[in-house]
């Protein structure tokens, strides 16, 4: 396992790159999740692990403007 620091930091890069496809401002979050949930993903899980992003991350962003997912329709409200 010598090689595991190095290992981890080829995928660090990677990994922010996908948070970065996320719009900052949580409107435009709100919209784009809500998008590809409805013309993607079939769950929030779904779109997380194919997105490579931490659920309890989304979530939290997205309640923090006032949005609650409904997993019944798939889609934050």
Known sequence: MQNFPYFCSI???????????FPSDPLMLYSVVNTKLRDTYASLDALCDDMQVERAWLE???AQAGFTYNEALNKFW
């Open 11 to 21: 995928f660090q890069p990677i990994i922010h790159t996908r948070l970065e496809k």
């Open 60 to 62: 939290e962003r997205l």
